[in-house]
């Protein structure tokens, strides 16, 4: 389970708090593709202890902005590794990130070019289709060249497709943000992942709000258009598999999944994050550019319990009962059921029903002594 962060963007969106820097030109992509391959075959064997999921994820970032070369030298460096090690070069599941303007800027090619490279599955940013909402949060395409980016990747084959979308903005209503699922699903994705906009340090949007120059959305509007997201993607068959993530039968992310259970994984790139198979050793590169330092922590028993119960209560699968009762006290477990906050499924699972979904950390945290 390999994952790799391309750090470049042409810009940078108005609530983004990821590690990016804006592309500089040929020189800064060759650099950073020389180093992060050299950091894949070194660590080679830490791939073959993380295989047990075989998916490649490139994430950023916008991984869209770098060639089809660029994006080729890090594909082959990382089969070559697998192959040294007996492993499958093919992944099951390769995710690309893209912006809609760089498919639509690069055309038919790039698209033919990401399917030769192998992959399978598109992760669009595409935030809304509103285009007063999209200058605001400063993206470079309009809900034109969005429409026109997924029908290029449809056209080149691509059946596996998740595009991303944002709500909880204050100036967002209830209206357009019905209208904006129907334009949505009228696409047909396999996949949609939608997050609540949140204030991240470090960018544009925390300044304007310490400045006084954006209010933040209220808790009632945005667990108005939460519950809308849901009924609406309900009502076209999504399965809300995850707290943020709904997807048609057989296209839940195996990747982002494996993260929910605590699958071990590496992750390559300035700002990477990786999970030794042991459970408790967590790596991270640091956001530096072109020569990262690595760090790591050891995870306490607790923390591997929090982690536990946070990504698995996230889901719709949730927790075993016995494993529940043990990680948490049972006496607390008993009661939220008992309020309707902790739901008994089939195969004597426990999970947060999807009407407690939009007050899971509230749940989470009622758990956790």
């Known amino acids: 389970m390999i994952y790799v962060h391309v750090p470049f963007c042409k810009s940078f969106c108005t609530y983004c708090g990821f590690y990016s820097e804006v592309c500089k030109g040929t020189a800064q992509i060759v650099d950073y593709v020389d180093e992060v391959c050299r950091e894949i075959s070194s660590r080679a064997a830490e791939i073959a202890a993380t295989a047990s999921v075989n998916t490649l994820y490139i994430g950023g970032g916008t991984p869209s902005v770098l060639p089809l070369s660029a994006l080729g030298r890090v594909v082959d ?20 990130e893209v912006n809609p303007e760089d498919i639509v800027e690069k055309g038919p090619e790039y698209v033919r070019g990401l399917r030769s490279l192998g992959v399978n599955r598109i992760s669009m940013g595409v935030q809304s289709f509103d285009d007063g909402i999209l200058r605001w949060m400063n993206r470079r395409h309009t809900a034109e060249r969005a429409l026109r980016a997924f029908n290029l990747l449809r056209e080149g084959g691509f059946d596996n ?46 300044r304007q709000v310490q400045e006084g120059r954006y209010a933040e959305a209220s808790d009632e509007q945005c667990r108005r258009q939460y519950d809308i997201l849901c009924q609406v993607l309900a009502s076209a068959g999504y399965r809300h598999y995850e707290i943020s993530n709904f997807a048609r039968h057989g296209f839940e992310a195996r990747h982002n999944a494996a993260y929910w259970r605590r699958v071990p994984y590496a992750g390559f790139g300035p700002g990477a994050h990786s999970l030794l198979p042991d459970g408790r050793t967590r790596r991270w590169n640091s956001d530096e550019l072109p020569d990262w330092r690595v760090a790591q922590e050891f995870l306490t028993g607790e923390d591997m319990r929090v982690e536990r119960l946070m990504l698995a209560l996230r889901t719709d699968a949730g927790l075993p009962k016995a494993e529940l009762e043990r990680l948490a006290a049972p006496q607390a477990v008993s009661r939220l059921r008992s309020e309707g906050a ?10 947060i029903p999807e009407d407690h979904f939009f007050v899971s950390d509230e749940i989470i945290r009622e758990l956790l002594p």
């Open 161 to 206: 497709i998740s595009i991303d979308l944002i709500f909880g903005l204050s100036q967002l209503s209830d209206d357009l943000w019905r209208s904006t699922l129907e334009q949505a699903l009228a696409l047909e994705p396999e996949h949609i992942s939608s997050y609540q906009l949140s204030v991240e340090e470090g960018s544009a949007l925390e």
């Open 342 to 351: 902790l739901t008994l499924i089939p195969g004597e699972r426990i999970r």
């Open 77 to 96: 460096t990382c089969r070559k590794a697998l192959c040294s090690l007996g492993l499958p070069a093919d992944f099951e599941e390769f995710t690309v």
